[in-house]
């Protein structure tokens, strides 16, 4: 199996920028990958956060396993870690995201107002691996204007202060990832999700690992999908790869069947789905 990794130099630059303006803000929003909520979560973005307030968002929620999905909230909330989980598109997402923001950071906006500060907007940074659906929900907080607020200290190239509403300012970054991953399954998963380029990946190394997992998890998904019978799935990953190349007209390219695989999963074709199975409260996070 190729090992995937990969650290290029703008995402090194995006975490130094990201540590020298973590001061200038309230609170950071992490976006996480409500496929991968363990796997999507960049150890740096722990590091240099903090004490600061956290709240994680699970995004493309519409792509994960519902039940997942809860079983995750449930984990972060027993764990005291505030987590919403979002579909960037939904009108009511701004105004949910504002409020729990207040309330997280509810004791210091109401000490501000008891020292006779003026009453200002929250600010938060908003963090997350590449792809992770960022530029969507910032597009939304901001009613798709992007407008940059001015001239704010601190704001360097790759970076800019959005105006969400009168309560809420967001320092957008960079999309990162992180040095070394701690295991090939953490890159699969963020590769199978679309967090790496291609061409750092071997399209049948992933595609061999979705197999695995949804064979494991989704049988039926597999079986209706790609026209198999439930012997099918006694084959080893290679020959029932090679199996659905055939049975979707690629003849022996497993190669381009790879691809099909990797982009059916994404797109839902195999139904919602959780790579990172969610711990019960009071386990060990499981990645």
Same mark, same amino acid.
């Given at each position: #199996? @190729?090992?995937?990794?990969? %650290?290029?130099?703008? #995402? @090194? $630059? @995006?975490?130094?920028?990201? !540590? !020298? *303006?973590?001061? &200038?803000?309230?609170?950071? %929003?992490?976006l996480v990958d409500a496929r991968i909520p363990a796997s999507s979560r960049n150890p740096e973005v722990t590091r240099i956060a903090? *004490? $600061?307030p956290h709240l994680i968002i699970l995004t493309k929620k519409d792509l994960a396993d519902p039940q997942q999905t809860a079983a995750w909230l449930n984990y972060y909330r027993a764990q005291g870690q505030p987590a919403i989980a979002i579909d960037s598109r939904a009108n009511v997402t701004p105004k949910q995201i504002t409020k729990i923001a207040m309330g997280i950071l509810s004791d210091k906006l109401v000490a501000e107002q008891e020292k006779g500060l003026k009453e200002r907007p929250m600010r938060a940074m908003t963090v997350g691996v590449p792809n992770v659906g960022k530029s969507t929900l910032l597009n939304h907080l901001v009613n798709r204007k992007a407008a940059?607020?001015?001239?704010?200290?601190?704001?360097? $190239?790759g970076q800019q202060w959005l105006r969400s509403s009168k309560h809420l300012e967001l320092l957008d970054t960079p999309g990162i990832l992180w040095p070394k991953f701690k295991d090939q399954e953490t890159a699969q998963k963020l590769a199978l999700t679309g967090a790496i380029k291609e061409k750092l990946y071997a399209k049948d190394d992933v595609a061999l690992f979705a197999l695995n997992f949804f064979r494991t998890y989704h049988r039926a998904a597999l079986i209706d999908r790609y026209h198999l019978v439930e012997a099918d799935l006694d084959l080893?990953?290679?020959? &029932?790869l090679l199996k659905i190349t055939e049975k979707v007209g690629m003849r022996d390219d497993y190669l381009r069947a790879s691809d099909r695989l990797i982009l059916d999963a994404r797109h839902k074709k195999l139904g919602g789905f959780t790579l990172d199975r969610a711990p019960q409260a009071g386990d060990a996070h499981n990645g």
């Amino acid at each position: #199996m @190729a090992v995937i990794q990969w %650290f290029p130099g703008h #995402m @090194a $630059k @995006a975490i130094r920028q990201m !540590e !020298e *303006n973590v001061h &200038l803000v309230d609170i950071v %929003f992490e976006l996480v990958d409500a496929r991968i909520p363990a796997s999507s979560r960049n150890p740096e973005v722990t590091r240099i956060a903090k *004490n $600061k307030p956290h709240l994680i968002i699970l995004t493309k929620k519409d792509l994960a396993d519902p039940q997942q999905t809860a079983a995750w909230l449930n984990y972060y909330r027993a764990q005291g870690q505030p987590a919403i989980a979002i579909d960037s598109r939904a009108n009511v997402t701004p105004k949910q995201i504002t409020k729990i923001a207040m309330g997280i950071l509810s004791d210091k906006l109401v000490a501000e107002q008891e020292k006779g500060l003026k009453e200002r907007p929250m600010r938060a940074m908003t963090v997350g691996v590449p792809n992770v659906g960022k530029s969507t929900l910032l597009n939304h907080l901001v009613n798709r204007k992007a407008a940059q607020v001015g001239d704010t200290p601190g704001v360097t $190239k790759g970076q800019q202060w959005l105006r969400s509403s009168k309560h809420l300012e967001l320092l957008d970054t960079p999309g990162i990832l992180w040095p070394k991953f701690k295991d090939q399954e953490t890159a699969q998963k963020l590769a199978l999700t679309g967090a790496i380029k291609e061409k750092l990946y071997a399209k049948d190394d992933v595609a061999l690992f979705a197999l695995n997992f949804f064979r494991t998890y989704h049988r039926a998904a597999l079986i209706d999908r790609y026209h198999l019978v439930e012997a099918d799935l006694d084959l080893s990953d290679v020959d &029932l790869l090679l199996k659905i190349t055939e049975k979707v007209g690629m003849r022996d390219d497993y190669l381009r069947a790879s691809d099909r695989l990797i982009l059916d999963a994404r797109h839902k074709k195999l139904g919602g789905f959780t790579l990172d199975r969610a711990p019960q409260a009071g386990d060990a996070h499981n990645g």
